[in-house]
Each structure stands twice: as C-alpha cells, then as structure tokens.
C-alpha cells in the first residue's frame, strides 16, 4: 500500500493527561493538559512561513485544541477530517499501553472492540489519498496510532512513538520518503 507522492507537514496533537500517564486513548475524547497547550503554541512559530496551504485536522477534542492554538499564527483554512480520528482501542482505552500495544501492531493481538492496525492502514491510506489529492502542501493535524499507519504506508521505520506538537516534514525522494523532524 502507498499514498501520493506529494509532500505534507504531520503534527500530533499536543499532550494530554492521557499521554503523560502512559496510557491508551483510541477513541476517548480527551483534552490536552498545559504541557500540550505549551507544545501546540511552541510549534506554531516553526510552521509558519513553510508555504503551508490549509490544516487538515483529526475531528478529536485534542486535535481541535491544537489546531486551534497552531492556527493563531498561520492563519490558513481548516478542514476536519473524520478519518483522522485516532483508532479505536476498544477495551484497552484508558489502560497502559505497554506491554499489548507491540502486539497489536504485529496483527497478534487484537483488544476486544478494537480496530486491528491492518485496518486502520487502509483507513488511513484512503484519507491521506483523498487530502493529499488536494492543493498544498498540508499540514495534517492527527494522532500517533495514525502518524504509525502514515510510516506504514510511507515504507518508513515503525520504531519509537510520534512525539507530541512534533512538526514532521514528509516528502517524497526518488521512490522513498524522508520524514525530517524540526524541533521548536
């Protein structure tokens, strides 16, 4: 599976509550702490001036708060996009995420209620599909488990979490991808 060879900026949502404790979110609508809020505003300055067309955001409460706090400084149109939200994770939501959650990335394990990882990559590969068909480059506004099918698609090594309120460039180069990360 790919998606368009078409650059784009990826930014996770900021921190939450959730994340400093270590534990799963999926579909918990959870809203970002201070830390998060602190982040979304560090990042803003470090995406202006990247000829950014629009923001493409998860339709989450913790994507919106960042979205909202990013777009302070750029300005620009904002789209939500359902199918950004970050994957459901059924009866694991609100728990630890490790030790389960490598498992669950190597199709081995499947909470109860939960999207496998192979399904949300094809969520994903449609909705980067359709966004990036549109004229940018974009900033995505979205969630580590989908940021992890992003690498997935984008044949880019799956090791380590996406770092909150982190701006990622993603661009294409020759067949492959460079994801470079920019620090704020």
């Known amino acids: 599976m790919t998606i368009p ?26 809203p970002i702490n201070e830390t ?62 490790l030790p389960w959650f490598h498992d669950w990335l190597a199709g081995t394990y499947t909470p109860e209620g939960a999207e496998t990882f192979a399904d949300l990559t094809i969520r994903v590969q449609t909705v980067m599909a359709r966004i990036l068909a549109q004229p940018g480059p974009l900033l995505i506004v979205a969630h580590g488990g989908v940021f992890r099918a992003i690498r997935a698609l984008l044949d880019a090594p799956e090791t380590g979490f996406t770092a909150n309120a982190q701006p990622l460039l993603c661009e294409p180069v020759g067949l492959s991808w460079r994801i470079t990360a920019v620090e704020t």
């Open 36 to 97: 998060g809020r602190a982040q979304a505003a560090a990042a803003a300055p470090v995406l202006a001036h990247r000829g950014i067309a629009g923001i493409v955001s998860s339709p989450m409460l913790r994507t919106r708060e960042t979205t909202a706090i990013v777009n302070q400084v750029l300005r620009l149109p904002v789209t939500f996009e359902p199918d950004l939200r970050e994957v459901i994770f059924g009866g694991m939501e609100g728990k630890p995420l």
């Open 5 to 30: 060879q078409t650059p784009f900026w990826f930014l996770r949502h900021g921190e939450t509550d959730y994340n400093a404790r270590g534990l799963s979110q999926g579909a918990l609508d959870i």
